[in-house]
């Protein structure tokens, strides 16, 4: 059997039209957009073009995009911008969610560190921030507001537009990681009222190293590069075309097919979190109503992630014991520890994330290693033994 990869939060396979619309570029459009020639204006041409389509699928402005290495540039400019912005006007204060990407939790941590107040709104055992929550920690000095569109861990999808009325109504400025969202739900930045949305175009089969930072027009807002007038003197330095032309590709894909592949994705999606269930001692994580339609994290009692996820391997699944960025750390998961989960059981996390070119046959041959592999673990598990005692002497 070929390899089975259920490890699309971490990273996605690019569509085969990004791949040769890249090439293309890179090779038709090498011109730099900022010359004056036919080859530089030609190059210019397509930058525009790629900007204006990703704005409409964005529900902006095309000059409200702002061209970025990736999602994680994309947040660290945000906070530090909105925070710099804010400070100007004495305001120190943030306000976050416990369970946000590193790329917003450091930035925050930092800044916490230079003096700013920070308040991490729970997220409960549901994987929810509760927007009465939000509006009761905001105050005067509140600089801004970040919380993440949806959870890269556990997949659960916060009220945003409900989050960002409540900021629009306390004239604080609301930024969201998207970067787990776009290309898989449909997402309208005017409408929900975001004022500032990460983005990355490799969580949703584009190339790896490019993003944006969406920034409402109107908003004051720092530059993170100087050195040319590319991205409105904002962020200096030649633009990558080929990869923005990719992210503009990958992103039309992904929308256009949406309403055919998301449900499929969630079929098998079920198909997988019900088999898993039936494991004894497992539980899913977050939420099942506002849940992205790839998503699947499951602890099992008594296993260790990492060992899971070693034994799947070998057995020709690629998963994940929690986010990328913290494997590799034997910690359990920030994300896990925010829902209430006790360490013992945070570290037998396994998160699966599906896409539409996964299948039911690869979902049922998961089933069954994940049960023998579980089953093995636990054979050699004292933790497991020492809970097996436990529930024999409650049953007495
Ligand atoms: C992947 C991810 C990031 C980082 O994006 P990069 O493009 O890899 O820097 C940020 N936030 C979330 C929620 C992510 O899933």
Redesign the pocket.
Known sequence: MERIYFDN???TAPYPAVLAAMTETAQGFYGNPSSLHSEGQAAQKLLSACRAKLAGLLGCAPDELYFT???????NWAIRGLAKAGAKKGKHHIVTSAF?????LHTVQALEKEGFSVTYLPVHEDGYVRPAELEAALRDETALVTV?Y???EIGTIQPVAELGAICRAYGVPFHT????AVGHLKIDVANENIDLL?L????FHGP??I?ALYVRKGLSFPNLIEGGAQERSRRAGTENLPAIHGMTVALETALADLDKTAPCVRALRDRLIAGALKIERSRLNGGIERRLDGNASICFEGVEGEALLLHLDLAGIAASSG???TSGSLDPSHVLLALGLPHEIAHGSLRLSLCESNSEAEVDYFLGKLAEIVALLRDMSPVWEKLQNESKQEGR
């Open positions: 939060a971490a990273t290495s990736g999602g994680s540039e994309a947040d946000e990407h590193h790329a917003v993440m949806a959870n890269n990681d998207a970067v787990q990460s990355s175009a490799h969580k790896k190293g993003g986010s990328a960025c």
